[in-house]
């Protein structure tokens, strides 16, 4: 896919999440960074170079990712150095790290680094609509232990979980548990619609019940977990790949909140969240789909 190599026609989003106006996101009046994305290797690339025939492919998206925060930073800390006052505090920074689809992938595979190796340790992440679920089979978690080595990502990965299962969202959600919560921004803000065709095929399941079934046991597997949350939309009458920025989805209820309150919640009372999932329609709708295995909203 050409157009998954090149960043300049790669612009950031102006809705839900990402709107600057307050009335629509408790975001509005953050500082924003956007990062493109143009390597192919969901972010997590360690400077290598892949060929297929005569294409040279340039896996660098990890280190892209980090670099392009270290310079952000840098920035961040000559301008609060220059206003005065306490100067730049990083353990005073509230930040929330996400990404889309691809960047769903590598807000998983770098939200690590971020507390650890950035310190920006009130920092919450928010991975959308690319949350590796397992097929069971040849899937992200066997392409994860392959292409780890081959894209050079082992010593980009966490230190608590850096093997090809951690590939596998839930898995990673599972192993990053025990290290959140250090502060009490520090959580996984999970969100996806359950019926997302982009977001099966990229993970290899042959149709849409079983992905959804596979959504359905990872939130229930992980959703007490200490620090990990989830939001999961509910269109059951067609695909709906990213969530956080369609205003009628960020602007839609489920279970009794909106994404927006939702979101703006877990900032304002971050010790507060309570996960939002429910039935809907989907076991009529989507024959061959299974009732959560745990307790959801009707």
């Known amino acids: 896919a050409p157009g998954l190599f090149t960043a300049a026609d790669d612009v950031p989003p102006v809705t839900g999440i990402f709107s600057n106006d307050p009335d629509d996101s408790a975001f509005a009046d953050w500082t924003k960074v956007y990062l493109p994305y143009c390597n192919q290797d969901v972010f997590i690339g360690g400077g290598i170079t892949e060929s297929f025939d005569a294409l040279p492919l340039h896996r660098y998206g990890a280190v892209n990712l980090r670099a392009a925060l270290q310079a952000f930073r840098d920035i961040l800390w000559k301008a609060m150095d220059a206003e005065g006052g306490d100067g730049y505090r990083p353990d005073e920074l509230v930040a929330l790290f996400g990404g889309w689809s691809a960047g769903g992938y590598g807000t998983m595979y770098n939200y690590h680094w971020v507390l650890d190796d950035l310190l920006w340790q009130r920092t919450a992440a928010f991975p959308d609509a690319g949350l590796g679920f397992d097929n069971g089979g040849l899937g992200v978690r066997t392409f994860g232990g392959l292409q780890i080595p081959v894209w050079n990502a082992q010593t980009f990965l966490p230190p608590y979980c850096f093997v090809g299962a951690c590939a596998v969202g839930p898995e990673i959600f599972e192993a ?8 009490p921004e520090q959580q996984y803000l999970i969100v996806s619609n359950q019926l997302d065709e982009t977001q099966r095929g ?32 509910s269109v059951s009458d067609r695909s709906r790949h990213v969530v956080s920025v369609f205003p009628d989805l960020w602007e839609g209820d489920v279970a009794g909140i909106t994404m927006r309150d939702w979101f703006a919640g877990a900032i304002s009372d971050p010790d507060d969240v309570v996960d939002r999932a429910e039935e809907a329609d989907f076991t009529t709708a989507v024959p061959g789909v299974q009732a959560f295995p745990c307790d959801v909203a009707p």
């Open 202 to 233: 990229d993970a290899f399941f042959a149709s849409a019940p079983p992905f959804i079934n596979a959504m359905r046991r990872g939130y229930c597997e992980t959703k007490d977990l200490d620090g990990i949350h989830w939001f999961l939309t």
């Open 176 to 183: 990053t548990s025990p290290r959140l919560k250090q502060v």
